[in-house]
Structures are given as structure tokens and as C-alpha cells.
Antibody, heavy 117, light 108 residues
Framework: EVHLAESGGGLVQPGGSLRLSCATA????????MTWVRQAPGKGLQWVAN????????YYSDSVKGRFTISRDNAKSSLFLQLSDLRAEDTGVYYC??????????WGNGTTVIVSS | SYELTQPPSVSVSPGQTATITCSGD??????NYWYQQRSGQAPVLVIY???ERHPRISERFSGSRSGTTLTLTISDVRAEDEADYYC???????????FGGGTKLTVL
């Protein structure tokens, strides 16, 4: 069974950093483009970043560009998101997601990031 | 404009048909999607490539596209369909993804 499990969320002060991880199982991780999507409390879904199958290309939303870094380890079937210079508006649930064509066919259950002093 | 617009809410009685629209220029991308998110849960894929229903999704769900408008139709609505629904588009070069603001479906 295909499974995505995020971890690494928590409470962090403004300006701080956090590293999110996504462990995957049940599919050939290296065959898929991967994505991070977030959701602020009571708000809608917001795309954060994409990373190509071999990690050669990475793309970010304007709201996180220069502060967040997406990466992957195909040997360990894992996806990562390094969050830096965090702001209150970065608070939310962060979902790891498997891409299929130009959409998402599998979602993790999310990990919660709270940016507050 | 570079955004996807959905009605904030739609309400229907059980057994009726619910129609949720999504509009915006990004929908000219070849493939667009719909997701269902029940309260407190992760989203799930409902419709892919504009009109294809995910195998695990009830046949009561269908999708269509006309120009820059995407439509999700839910027939014979049931209480279990109550959820937030999001449309989504993305370019084939994978440089971006964009979501609509979401529509809360209430089953009266």
C-alpha cells in the first residue's frame, strides 16, 4: 500500500528554522515528482514546492522562495522541506504529496508547524 | 488573472445534485483536478484530467471543463459528501501548482 508519513513539525519562534521529513513506502519513490502543500488554520490549500524525480529541478511558490528548500533522497525514499526565516503566516499543516501528471494522487496526513513567540 | 475562483459555499438537500465551479486562466492547462477534504482529514483525489473519476470515488461524482471553467457535479448527494472541495491546475513543466480557494459543500 502506498503510504506517505510527514514528521518534524512543531512550535518555532519567528525567524527560526525547521526541517520537515516525509517517509514514503509502497511505490518506486524515484519515479515520481514530489510536492509539498500547506494549509493555514481554517484556510485553503496552498502549493509550496515541487521537486523533479532526480532532484535536478526545484520550484517554489513566491511566498516561500528564498526561505524554503525542498530536497529528496531517492535511496531512502524520503522527501524533505527545510524551512528558514519562518514567519507567523507560515503556520499550518504541511502535506507531503505524490504527483501524478500535473496533480496529486496520494497525500500524507500532514505535520503541523506553528510559528509563534 | 493568475488565480482559480470557486464559490465559498454550496448547499444542497440529500438526493439533490450539487454543482461546484472553478474558473480562471490557469485552467487552460491540459489537466486539472478536484480534491475532497473532509473535516480534520487530508485531501483525497476525486477527479483527474478534468473528467476522469478516481477508481475509489463514487460514480455519483463527475467532472467537466468548458474553456476556463471547471465543474464538479455530485449527483444524489449524501451526508457523507459534506466536505471542502478544491480545484487545482498546474503546468506540464511542473514549475507550479495552483489551488482554488475551496468550496464548502453543506448537505442540509
Amino acid at each position: 500500500e502506498v503510504h506517505l508519513a510527514e514528521s518534524g513539525g512543531g512550535l518555532v519562534q519567528p525567524g527560526g528554522s525547521l526541517r520537515l521529513s516525509c517517509a514514503t513506502a509502497g511505490f518506486r519513490f524515484g519515479d515520481y515528482l514530489m510536492t509539498w502543500v500547506r494549509q493555514a488554520p481554517g484556510k485553503g490549500l496552498q502549493w509550496v514546492a515541487n521537486i523533479k524525480k532526480d532532484g535536478s529541478n526545484r520550484y517554489y511558490s513566491d511566498s516561500v522562495k528564498g526561505r524554503f528548500t525542498i530536497s529528496r533522497d531517492n535511496a531512502k525514499s524520503s522527501l524533505f522541506l527545510q524551512l528558514s526565516d519562518l514567519r507567523a503566516e507560515d503556520t499550518g499543516v504541511y502535506y507531503c504529496a505524490r504527483n501524478w501528471e500535473t496533480g496529486v494522487d496520494v497525500w500524507g496526513n500532514g505535520t503541523t508547524v506553528i510559528v509563534s513567540s | 488573472s493568475y488565480e482559480l475562483t470557486q464559490p465559498p459555499s454550496v448547499s444542497v438537500s440529500p438526493g439533490q445534485t450539487a454543482t461546484i465551479t472553478c474558473s480562471g486562466d490557469p485552467l487552460t492547462n491540459p489537466y486539472n483536478y478536484w480534491y475532497q477534504q473532509r473535516s480534520g482529514q487530508a485531501p483525497v483525489l476525486v477527479i483527474y484530467k478534468n473528467t476522469e473519476r478516481h477508481p475509489r470515488i463514487s460514480e455519483r461524482f463527475s467532472g467537466s471543463r468548458s474553456g476556463t471553467t471547471l465543474t464538479l457535479t455530485i449527483s444524489d448527494v449524501r451526508a457523507e459528501d459534506e466536505a471542502d472541495y478544491y480545484c487545482q491546475s498546474g503546468d506540464i513543466s511542473d514549475t507550479y501548482r495552483i489551488f482554488g480557494g475551496g468550496t464548502k459543500l453543506t448537505v442540509l
